[in-house]
């Protein structure tokens, strides 16, 4: 019986590749537009207008207090209730970058925040404007903060785009969901969808790890 | 060059400068001493306006330092400023650090910036480390960068704040030196420092601070041989004691 299953299930493998191959376009997509808008959020949260400080607060506040489900719903759902209709893969590129964002920006604006004040002193007494400071002076040095956890986030962005099969996109775990129901071996269907995942979120564990080795090391030096 | 009338600036509830008038001439070296927590610091940093003062007038170059529509950037082309930590950029090298205003600010074209970097570290002695990271000096090259780097905005003014207090003994006369040779060459500098062989040998005059009021100016000879004030007296033979 197993190995009618196995069959069966190596028949279906195209199909799989197919649910990472999605599974990869939607983390890798909304990883680079969450990490475009996680740092101008978090630029923009170290700086010194407080209505935007706060406005980016309540932001990163909200998001983080509420369930990545809920969000997806929310855009999936409730929007088209004010008329604005989307399909499952911008709707779960949109969420994914919202979510994403949230969390970029406050390891930006910790990264941020640890580069010492003297240094951006330093950039001020030489006469940079206040692009210049964040651009040559502040990000190069908060990037070693910014780094290690960055890549740890984009391991749990990958993980939860689980959560996106739920509003029809057809990821990973939602073509583990079609073929449980064809093939009602779970164990074997999931334990293949759970080692997919693992074979793309394993190097970015390892990298994330290196870098906090790295970074927690190196001295500014040759 | 620089005239600053009746200034105050409060932190919180504590009056850190009450009631300072100042002038400093073209070409004159100021010494500010006084005990720590006399507001020296703060007067020095509200001149290019790293602080900011809640009463009075700061004049630097014709430039009303606290107007509201000040082109900063300009006033602060216009002094170096030099800190007690050095506060070097740690990711770049010695030239990149001072090259890196010129090119930004001055617009200078990165061949002309290297060229002038590499001639003021010369002028401080390190014409052999410009490719060094600030980790491979020690203290005393890292604040002679700094001072490098201040120089290569080509300033009307330099501010030093505590140049030498976070040296080791040995290097506190390196960087004492290239600051000589620039008060010769005729800078405007104010100096907070309690280096007073530096103070007896280049400064025009100097300022007595205490409780953020300037309690004593005088010539170096006069300040030392005969102080008028009954606090400078105390500060001077604590600090001359050894």
């Known amino acids: ?222 | 060059m620089i005239k600053i009338r009746n200034v105050n600036k409060w932190f919180g509830d504590l009056h850190v400068l009450k009631d300072i008038s100042l002038n400093v001439a073209l070409g004159e070296v100021l010494v500010v001493c006084g005990p720590s927590g006399s507001g020296k610091s703060t007067l020095i940093r509200c001149i290019n306006r790293l602080e900011q003062i809640q009463e009075g007038e700061l004049i630097v170059d014709n430039l009303n330092v606290h107007d509201r529509n000040i082109n900063l950037t300009q006033l602060r082309a216009e002094i170096g400023f030099v800190f007690q930590q050095f506060n070097l950029y740690p990711h770049m090298t010695a030239l990149g650090n001072v090259t890196l205003a010129p090119i930004k600010v001055r617009k200078m074209k990165k061949i002309e910036a290297e060229k002038l970097g590499r001639e003021t570290m010369q002028k401080v002695g390190l014409g052999d480390k410009v490719d060094s990271y600030p980790a491979q000096l020690s203290g005393g090259q890292q604040q002679r960068v700094a001072i490098a780097r201040g120089l290569c905005m080509r300033p009307k003014i330099m501010l030093f704040d505590e140049p030498t207090s976070a040296l080791d003994p040995e290097m506190i006369n390196e960087v004492l030196e290239v600051m000589v040779n620039l008060a010769k060459e005729g800078m405007t500098m104010i100096v907070v420092t309690h280096e007073m062989g530096f103070a007896r040998e280049v400064a025009k005059r100097i300022l007595f601070m205490d409780e953020g009021q300037i309690v004593e100016t005088a010539p170096p000879n006069e300040f030392f041989t005969n102080p008028k004030h009954k606090r400078t007296q105390l500060f001077l033979s604590k600090i001359l004691s050894h």
Request: net charge positive; aromatic share 10%.
């Open chain 1, 1 to 222: 019986m197993l190995l009618l299953y196995i069959t069966r299930l190596i028949d279906v493998f195209p199909l799989f590749l197919k649910g990472l191959w999605m599974t990869i376009a939607v983390s890798f997509l909304s990883l680079i537009t969450a990490t475009i808008l996680g740092f101008l959020a978090g630029i923009c949260r170290s700086s010194r207008n407080m209505p935007l400080r706060r406005a980016i607060g309540v932001y990163v506040n909200l998001i983080r207090g509420t369930p990545f489900l809920v969000q997806v719903f929310t855009i999936f759902f409730i929007l088209p209730e004010f008329g604005i209709h989307l399909e499952p893969f911008p709707a779960a590129i949109i969420a994914m970058t919202i979510m994403g964002s949230a969390f970029i920006c406050e390891i930006v604006a910790a990264g941020i925040e640890a580069v010492p004040k003297g240094q951006r002193e330093a950039a001020i007494s030489t006469g940079l404007s206040r692009n210049q400071q964040i651009r040559y002076v502040i990000l190069p040095q908060a990037m070693r903060t910014i780094l290690p956890p960055l890549v740890g986030q984009y391991v749990l962005l990958v993980k939860d785009s689980s959560i996106v099969s739920v509003i029809g996109v057809m990821d990973l775990t939602r073509v583990g969901w079609l073929t449980v129901q064809r093939i009602p071996e779970g164990m074997l269907v999931f334990g293949l969808v759970g080692i997919m995942y693992f074979a793309v979120c394993y190097p970015l564990i390892r990298l994330a790890t290196r870098l906090e080795k790295r970074m927690s090391v190196e001295e500014y030096s040759l």
